[in-house]
Structures are given as C-alpha cells and as structure tokens.
C-alpha cells in the first residue's frame, strides 16, 4: 500500500521526508541512526535501513523426494547460500550420489556437513567476484569451440571429436546455471548492482543472452550426435565444401552477434541481420545436394543443416538485444 508524505523544508532550504514510525520501528531505528539512500537510474529513491550489515544467509530446507535434484538446482538459481537435504529416517546411499552429481554440475556448490538424516551444501562464491560480462564471455567461448569442432566431427566422419563436443556440454551448463544464479542475485541486492554497474533492465538483458547461448550449444550436442549416427562415413567433397562455408557464415554471425551485445553496437548487430541472404543461400545449396545422396547421409547431412541454421537465427536474436 502506498504511503504518500508531504515534502517539507527547513529555513536553510534542506528538503526533507518524515519515515513512517511503524517502517522505524520495524528495523530497530532510533535517533541517530543512519540509513542509505540509493538513487536508480530513473530517478526513484530506495532507503535501506541497513546499511553497513551483512546481509543474513539465505537457507532453503528440502526434504527427499523423487525430484530432489531439480529442486536443489532450482534453490541455487534462486540465490539460496545454505541448502539443507533432511530425511525423517536414514539418507540412503543412492540418494546421496545422486545430491553429489547435482552438487558437481553447479560452480561453487560444495558439502560442507553430511550425518545420518542430514546434508547440508552451502554456495562459497562472492556475487561480487563474478561479473557476468566475464562469466558469459568464457561461456560463449566454449559454445563457439564446441560449435567449430562439431561441424569439423561431421565434415571429417570423426566420432571421437563428436563425442568431445558432447561432454563439453556439461561446463556450458555449468556456467549458465553460474550467471543465471548471479544475475538473480543482482536483482534482489541494490548494493550488488551498484557495485558491478547494472541495472536491472541489463540483467534481464543479459539472462535472455545467455539462454540464447547455452542453446547454441544444445544445438552443437543434437550436431554432434548426427556425426556419431554416420559411424565414420563422410560426406561427398561437394557437401564438406558447402557445409565448411555454412559454418564460418554462422561462425561468424555469433562471433559478431556477441561483440554487438557486450560493446552496444549496432553496426555489428546490423551485420549479423545482413548475413541471412548467404546463409540461406548455402543452406539452399546443401539441401539440393544432399537429397542427390544415399539415405544413409541424406537425412544426417539435412539434420546438420537445420541445427546450422538454428545457431544463426539465435545469433541474430543476441544481436537484436542491442537494439
């Protein structure tokens, strides 16, 4: 409910506002205190009563159930520093590997006590320690590596680099869930936000950025996994050629879509819009090609394609974020 005061003035010119006593009182403020004032960037005023505290950790209780690993990575993007796993009776064997694996898909998760009908994983990351420019930058680099090597898996029949693409999957993951986690964590803490210089409109910014990137990679997985399906048959000179300059082309269209978003520029954010005629010109070439061939690489060679052309039209919405 809004509470609106009456702006006074002293006889020196000072403005100021009566705070309302049962606010006061609720936060333990008396004469004297200080409290802070924080101006957004579209002018509204936010008053923290407690300034200069550390702020109290936020705990989660999670009883064992059949979605137990959901919920604690659920609990971790929400901010949660301590996650309590309790049981009623004794926590089986099965059930505490399977909080391990969910702890080590998560950076900075760690078991810090076990006992009988308890587990308790307490985040050791500082927010402050994490700007998200940087966490998305190493995310992005690792997507485009496995972008590179899964089209070079399929070109070259190479079922082991195919499969490498695959496990690189799980540190895309890692990393998403990492700045998803800070971001959130941005939102809910003025004093964060102030300190890394984003405002909320930013990280909402930069959370659609890092879902479109962390489905690039999804996309380099379903690649991959065509390569594998081909048991080291690769396809025709004319197809490797064709689907080499697909790559770069798209390569490229997320290499600049991401240069767009981190610098704001709208000349690269329009470049990645005028590469559509040549990818879709490739992409017209490789599918006339590929129906000349065997059905044992038509439909692989065509699956290749589709995830090609779904890299670039999520580098194009990235770039569209700049404008």
């Known amino acids: 409910m809004t509470d609106l005061r ?10 100021f506002v009566c705070l309302p006593r049962a606010w006061a009182q609720d936060h333990g403020l008396k004469k004297g205190a200080f409290v802070a004032l924080n101006e957004t960037s579209d002018g509204r005023l936010f008053i923290d009563p407690k300034y200069g505290e550390e702020p109290l ?3 989660a209780v999670l009883s064992v159930g059949p979605y137990l690993g959901r919920e604690i990575v659920s609990r971790y993007l929400l901010g949660s520093d301590v996650i309590r796993v309790e049981a009623k009776e004794r926590i ?16 900075g ?3 810090v006590e076990e006992s009988y009908s308890q587990i308790v994983l307490q985040c050791l990351l500082e927010p402050s320690g994490f700007p998200p420019e940087k966490i998305l930058r190493r995310n992005y680099a690792i997507v485009a590596g496995m972008h590179r090597d899964a089209v070079n898996s ?37 004093r964060l936000s102030e300190k890394l210089g984003l405002t909320t409109i930013e990280c909402l910014d930069y959370r659609l950025a890092a879902s479109l990137i962390e489905t690039m990679g999804d996309a380099c997985v379903q ?11 690769r396809p025709p000179e004319e197809l490797r050629k064709l689907l080499s300059g697909l790559q770069i082309a798209c390569y490229d269209a997320h290499e600049q879509a991401l240069k767009s978003f981190v610098n704001k520029d709208i000349g690269s954010a329009e470049n990645v819009r ?9 992409n017209t070439a490789i599918e006339a090609a590929a129906k000349e061939q065997s059905v044992e690489v038509m439909p692989q060679t065509l699956a290749v394609t589709s995830f090609l ?3 670039y039209e999520h580098s194009v919405d990235l770039a569209d974020l700049v404008v």
């Open 154 to 190: 399929f070109i070259d029949g190479d079922s082991q680099l195919a499969k490498s693409v695959i496990a690189r999957d799980d540190e895309n993951n890692r990393l998403y869930f990492l700045l998803v986690r800070i971001l959130r964590t941005i939102i809910q803490n003025s």
């Open 92 to 107: 089986d064997l099965e059930v505490r590997n399977a909080v391990k694996k969910t702890v080590g898909s998560l950076i």
């Open 223 to 233: 690649l991959a996994s065509k390569t594998i399906e081909l048991k080291g048959a």
């Open 6 to 15: 009456k702006v006074q003035r002293t006889p020196t010119g000072t403005f």
């Open 109 to 111: 998760l760690e078991i």
């Open 309 to 311: 052309k779904q890299i």
């Open 57 to 59: 950790p936020r705990v």
């Open 274 to 282: 005028q590469m559509r005629q040549k990818v879709e010109a490739l």
